[in-house]
């Protein structure tokens, strides 16, 4: 079909995050799609996904579920994706320039990477022992083939467990030692090219605001000028599918929109693109005196619902039970903590190098919860007021008992999540004075990990399923060769491969870069190994 006639296709998208947006790009400037022939369908009131940072705008502080960081040479198809759309802040440029303007400006450094008793270690030491460094090269040199199902645990002593190498690596990729080991090789080998400066994080980049703003809002104003109809509020449960000259075609698409149920006939030309699972779906958000629920009822969840619906007895659809059978190894609990004034931010600069703008990350790594946070330069919001600092943190450990609140992090309010970081830092004598003026947000999200799971091949199905002539998916459950889930990049990708390939488009996807083949990228790797 010629590109030109692909202008009365219709496209069905399922799920508004940001691989369904950045896919309707691709139809539009791409597959020469008209926007008004392009549907997004999303379960609940705002687009976005997972990236969904917000005000609360009630004096209630800010919330986000993550925060994402990039590396240009890393993350190729988000920065494609980036060069096609305009900003809303900078008129007569994209947003990949605005990213650019502000990173030639800003650069991340984080002069205290490990924080032990309230004081910065030594952190560029890696601490590995001899037999896990030849057990890092050992499975550089594996076959994926055969780690299926394995865990990282299982490879490694467990010393590794206890360097600064692991503490920095999981505190910056968010990796347990139950987590999938062929996902911890993946990230390994992808991201080879930054791994001397994983004591400083010197090669990560920051968006110009949060991730909402800088990202979604300007695709999603784009799509909305070119005509896309998105439709909110609205479950899509299942598809149908009918068979044609040996291929299987989606024939319907079924869905729920409050109380009434309708279904959407698929024509002959159009296509369908479906993102599976949600790692941010069954997410509960506390408050300074209210503890978030633990919600982990798949069943309430329409991302992993519709999946399993999909799936059955269809098994190149990939196995969301992997993913989503075991929330005590894929949750965390996080807290966005907002300054109504400085003191905070002023004890802590101790920490910071004070030549940056913006920063890394602190690990506490004597917490039991195993806390991390991350202090955001200003404004992280666009609108946000001069005299407000905001600090986003995780727990890695959330169900052991903290070092001086004696709880389950997953059973602590917001204040007193915050009373065990003031506690850690070493701040105690001004308790008083900054709970006054903080607000700290707790957030419980059972499957934030879940696609870290350990899994084999044929868990997750391909980006194009075989045999199929008009279905893609999309996402972080679908599977990418060597590519790395829990990133925009992945999300990126998969639309750029569905749309590309679905509609038989002479354009490749834009490469996967592999520093592991460059002999100065891996010797220097191997050198830090040693340090």
Same mark, same amino acid.
């Given at each position: 079909?010629?590109?030109?006639?692909?202008? &009365?296709?219709?496209?069905?998208?399922?799920?508004?995050?940001?691989?369904?947006?950045?896919?309707?790009?691709?139809?539009?400037?791409?597959? /020469?799609?008209?926007?008004?022939?392009?549907?997004?369908?999303?379960?609940?009131?705002?687009?976005?996904?997972?990236?969904?940072?917000?005000?609360?705008?009630?004096?209630?502080?800010?919330?986000?579920?993550?925060?994402?960081?990039?590396?240009?040479?890393?993350?190729? @198809?988000?920065?494609?994706?980036?060069?096609?759309?305009?900003?809303?802040?900078?008129?007569?440029?994209?947003?990949?320039?605005?990213?650019? /303007?502000? &990173?030639?400006?800003?650069?991340?450094?984080?002069?205290?990477?490990?924080?032990?008793?309230?004081?910065?270690?030594?952190?560029?030491?890696?601490? $590995?022992?001899?037999?896990?460094?030849?057990?890092?090269?050992?499975?550089?040199?594996?076959?994926?083939?055969?780690?299926?199902?394995?865990?990282?645990?299982? =490879?490694?002593?467990?010393? #590794?467990?206890?360097?600064?190498?692991?503490?920095?690596?999981?505190?910056?990729?968010?990796?347990?030692?139950? =987590?999938? $080991?062929?996902?911890?090789?993946?990230?390994?080998?992808?991201?080879?090219?930054?791994?001397?400066?994983?004591?400083?994080?010197?090669?990560?980049?920051?968006?110009?605001?949060?991730?909402?703003?800088?990202?979604?809002?300007?695709?999603?104003?784009?799509?909305?000028?070119?005509?896309?109809?998105?439709?909110?509020?609205?479950?899509?449960?299942?598809?149908?599918?009918?068979?044609?000259?040996?291929?299987?075609?989606?024939?319907?698409?079924?869905?729920?929109?409050?109380?009434?149920?309708?279904?959407?006939?698929?024509?002959?030309?159009?296509?369908?693109?479906?993102?599976?699972?949600?790692?941010?779906?069954?997410?509960?958000?506390?408050?300074?005196?209210?503890?978030?629920?633990?919600?982990?009822?798949?069943?309430?969840?329409?991302?992993?619902?519709?999946?399993?619906?999909?799936?059955?007895?269809?098994?190149?659809?990939?196995?969301?039970?992997?993913?989503?059978?075991?929330?005590?190894?894929?949750?965390?609990?996080?807290?966005?903590?907002?300054?109504? /004034?400085?003191?905070?931010?002023?004890?802590?600069?101790?920490?910071?190098?004070?030549?940056?703008?913006?920063?890394?990350?602190?690990?506490?790594?004597?917490?039991?919860?195993?806390?991390?946070?991350?202090?955001?330069?200003?404004?992280?919001?666009?609108?946000?007021?001069?005299?407000?600092?905001?600090?986003?943190?995780?727990?890695?450990?959330?169900?052991?008992?903290?070092?001086?609140?004696?709880?389950?992090?997953?059973? @602590?309010?917001?204040?007193?999540?915050?009373?065990?970081?003031?506690? =850690?830092?070493?701040?105690?004598?001004?308790?008083?004075?900054?709970?006054?003026?903080?607000? @700290?947000?707790?957030?419980?999200?059972?499957?934030?990990?879940? =696609? #870290?799971?350990?899994?084999?091949?044929?868990?997750?199905?391909?980006?194009?399923?075989?045999?199929?002539? &008009?279905?893609?998916?999309?996402?972080?459950?679908?599977?990418?060769?060597?590519?790395?889930? #829990?990133?925009?990049?992945?999300?990126?990708?998969?639309?750029?491969?569905?749309? #590309?390939?679905?509609?038989?488009?002479?354009?490749?996807?834009?490469?996967?870069?592999?520093?592991?083949?460059?002999?100065?990228?891996?010797?220097?790797?191997?050198?830090?190994?040693?340090?």
């Amino acid at each position: 079909m010629a590109l030109s006639e692909k202008n &009365n296709s219709k496209a069905y998208l399922v799920g508004g995050g940001i691989s369904s947006l950045a896919a309707a790009v691709y139809l539009i400037n791409d597959g /020469d799609f008209r926007g008004e022939n392009i549907k997004i369908f999303e379960q609940s009131k705002k687009i976005g996904g997972s990236l969904d940072s917000q005000d609360l705008s009630s004096g209630d502080g800010y919330v986000m579920r993550g925060v994402r960081m990039f590396e240009e040479k890393a993350f190729t @198809c988000v920065f494609d994706l980036m060069s096609q759309i305009p900003s809303l802040t900078m008129p007569g440029k994209t947003i990949r320039e605005e990213f650019v /303007d502000f &990173n030639q400006k800003n650069r991340s450094y984080s002069k205290s990477r490990l924080l032990k008793n309230g004081k910065a270690i030594d952190a560029r030491p890696l601490g $590995l022992k001899l037999k896990d460094r030849f057990k890092i090269f050992s499975l550089l040199l594996k076959r994926e083939s055969s780690l299926n199902d394995l865990e990282i645990q299982d =490879h490694f002593t467990p010393a #590794f467990f206890k360097s600064n190498f692991w503490y920095e690596f999981c505190t910056v990729f968010a990796f347990q030692p139950w =987590h999938s $080991l062929i996902e911890f090789r993946r990230y390994f080998i992808r991201f080879i090219q930054s791994f001397p400066n994983i004591d400083t994080v010197e090669g990560i980049e920051i968006a110009p605001y949060n991730q909402y703003e800088f990202l979604v809002l300007p695709i999603v104003d784009w799509l909305e000028e070119h005509g896309v109809e998105f439709v909110l509020g609205t479950e899509v449960v299942n598809l149908d599918f009918d068979s044609d000259k040996g291929e299987e075609k989606v024939s319907k698409i079924y869905f729920k929109k409050g109380e009434m149920v309708g279904r959407v006939l698929v024509e002959e030309d159009d296509y369908v693109f479906v993102t599976l699972g949600s790692i941010v779906t069954n997410s509960s958000f506390g408050s300074m005196t209210r503890v978030p629920i633990l919600n982990y009822d798949k069943d309430k969840s329409p991302a992993w619902t519709f999946w399993e619906n999909i799936s059955k007895n269809r098994p190149e659809f990939g196995k969301p039970s992997v993913f989503n059978s075991d929330v005590n190894k894929s949750k965390w609990t996080s807290f966005t903590i907002t300054f109504r /004034d400085s003191i905070f931010f002023e004890l802590i600069g101790k920490f910071i190098n004070k030549k940056v703008t913006t920063y890394g990350g602190l690990n506490l790594v004597d917490s039991n919860w195993f806390m991390s946070i991350v202090l955001t330069y200003k404004p992280y919001f666009i609108n946000q007021p001069k005299e407000i600092n905001l600090c986003w943190g995780m727990g890695l450990s959330p169900d052991k008992e903290g070092n001086f609140v004696k709880k389950k992090m997953t059973e @602590c309010t917001g204040e007193e999540i915050l009373t065990e970081l003031i506690y =850690h830092l070493g701040f105690e004598e001004y308790l008083e004075e900054i709970l006054k003026s903080a607000i @700290c947000i707790p957030c419980m999200t059972p499957y934030v990990t879940s =696609h #870290f799971l350990p899994r084999r091949a044929g868990d997750r199905p391909l980006v194009i399923p075989v045999g199929y002539a &008009n279905l893609a998916f999309l996402g972080q459950y679908c599977e990418i060769p060597k590519d790395v889930v #829990f990133t925009v990049e992945y999300a990126v990708r998969s639309a750029q491969t569905a749309v #590309f390939g679905l509609l038989g488009l002479k354009k490749e996807t834009v490469p996967i870069y592999n520093g592991f083949l460059n002999i100065r990228v891996l010797l220097s790797a191997l050198r830090t190994l040693f340090r």
